[in-house]
């Protein structure tokens, strides 16, 4: 089962957030891109401020199989991330859970600033570190979001943005596929 892969997608041009509020959240600063909902697995829009300062980002994000956009955010490092798992609460939505699940790799990330290597790690089924590797044509890639035990040592520069949408199964299992063999030298299964 696939739990890393970088995606052969055009790179995601530099954003602007400059301004927009900051909480703080786990390991990261964090800036929700989307809008606030009653519960984090519902539906949501893009900001309209972030639409304003990153016109081109709405016409990027067509490269993404999203069905349904429930959160974009950037977490901002600002020390080691400890072994965690992406989606943890599935009985907040078991719907979305099911549908992730039966797609993984699902859980979509672009690095926006920080090291494209040697940062970020998988944890194997034996408790090893596997560290994984962005290859320079794309600063995007996805993990396994309902399985893949995943943290990062200290990269303080570290920007991600991270998305969590329902797939559009064909569309996602196409950019899967072709993404696996354009960057087979890189997929990380377990």
């Known amino acids: 089962m696939i739990h890393y892969l970088p995606i052969n997608i055009p790179r995601l041009p530099p954003i602007k957030y400059d301004g927009m509020k900051t909480s703080h959240y786990a390991w990261w600063n964090m800036i929700k891109i989307t809008e606030e909902t009653e519960n984090r697995y519902d539906d949501s829009v893009i900001k309209p401020e972030f639409l304003e ?5 709405k ?33 907040e939505n078991l719907d979305l859970y099911r549908v992730t699940r039966t797609n993984e790799p699902c859980g979509y990330r672009v690095v926006i600033n920080g090291s494209n290597k040697n940062c970020m790690y998988i944890i194997d089924n034996n408790g090893n570190k596997i560290y994984t ?15 893949c035990i995943h943290g990062t ?10 998305f969590q949408f329902e797939v559009d ?4 299992t196409q950019l899967i596929n072709q993404s696996a063999l354009v960057f087979k030298n890189y997929v990380i299964s377990i």
């Open 53 to 57: 300062m990153n016109p081109h980002f």
């Open 153 to 162: 040592t200290d990269d303080i520069d570290r920007c991600i943005m991270f």
């Open 169 to 172: 199964s064909q569309k996602h």
């Open 133 to 147: 590797e962005l290859p320079p044509e794309t600063n995007t890639y996805a993990i396994n979001h309902t399985q």
């Open 59 to 91: 016409q990027w994000l067509k490269y993404l199989p999203i069905k349904r956009l429930i959160n974009i955010k950037l977490h901002m490092q600002d020390r080691k991330a400890d072994p965690h798992i992406d989606f943890n609460k599935p009985n």
